[in-house]
């Protein structure tokens, strides 16, 4: 079973700070990797796509990937209550020709002023 | 900006009904999928369609489900005889193709489905 793992958290970081969140996937033929964000009982909003190992910046946000160590991160600077929330990394998985993503569970991030 | 729409946003059910969820795509993507989400638990992947067939399915997609397409803009997912178990968020989702879209699945708002 291919596998995408999170720290369930929370992950408690002060208003400002920088907030990290880590995830690990098992499949060595993954090539694109993604960030979403889930408020409670909302959908997932997608927040970053990463394919390329190395970082991508977007604004407070940049995701980083390490293909050789099956890992991706997303690093939230000057971190807002606005923030708080679960993300969720998803890695596409290709079979038959054809995409699904395979979610984690998701890091819950907690903001505080 | 395009977005996936679905409806009911709620719906609830008695054991053993029949429950109809609606999604219209983003208009001209091609590739469709249903996720759920259990209250607390994890998105997981029920089913994949393209060209008006379904591409993959997962365990979970038994014969209790069904998708279909059955105009040009609706995706609908059956539910045959509900179970208190299918209670969850049900997530429609689409892509599209070319090298603009990339991989990238963009999610409706979701249907909370609660079987009583």
């Known amino acids: 079973q291919k596998e995408v793992e999170q720290n369930s958290g929370p992950l408690s970081v002060p208003e400002g700070a920088i907030a990290s969140l880590n995830c690990t996937y098992s499949?060595?033929?993954?090539?694109?990797f993604f960030w979403y964000r889930q408020y409670s009982g909302k959908s997932p909003e997608l927040i970053m796509s990463?394919?390329?190992?190395g970082d991508k910046e977007d604004g407070r946000f940049t995701a980083q990937l390490n293909k050789a160590s099956q890992y991706v991160s997303l690093l939230i600077r000057d971190s807002q209550p606005s923030d708080s929330a679960t993300y969720l990394c998803a890695v596409n998985q290709i079979s038959g020709g054809y995409n699904k993503l395979i979610f984690g569970a998701g890091t819950r991030l907690a903001v505080h002023p | 900006e395009p977005e996936v729409t679905q409806t009911p946003s709620h719906q609830v059910t008695q054991m053993g009904q029949e429950v109809i969820l609606r999604c219209v795509p983003i208009?001209?993507?091609?590739?469709f999928y249903w996720y759920r989400q259990i209250l607390g638990q994890k998105v997981e992947f029920l089913v994949s369609?393209?060209?008006?067939?379904?591409?993959?399915k997962s365990e979970i997609f038994d014969d209790q489900f069904s998708v279909e397409r059955p105009d040009g803009s609706n995706f609908t997912l059956k539910i045959r005889s509900t179970k208190l178990e299918d209670s969850a968020m049900y997530f429609c989702?689409?892509?599209?193709?070319?090298?603009?879209?990339?991989?990238?699945?963009?999610f409706g708002e979701g249907s909370w489905l609660t079987v009583v």
């Open positions: 990463i394919y390329s190992n």
């Open positions: 208009s001209n993507h091609l590739y």
């Open positions: 499949d060595r033929g993954s090539q694109s």
């Open positions: 369609f393209y060209n008006n067939e379904i591409s993959e």
């Open positions: 989702a689409s892509k599209g193709t070319g090298a603009s879209s990339g991989n990238t699945i963009y």
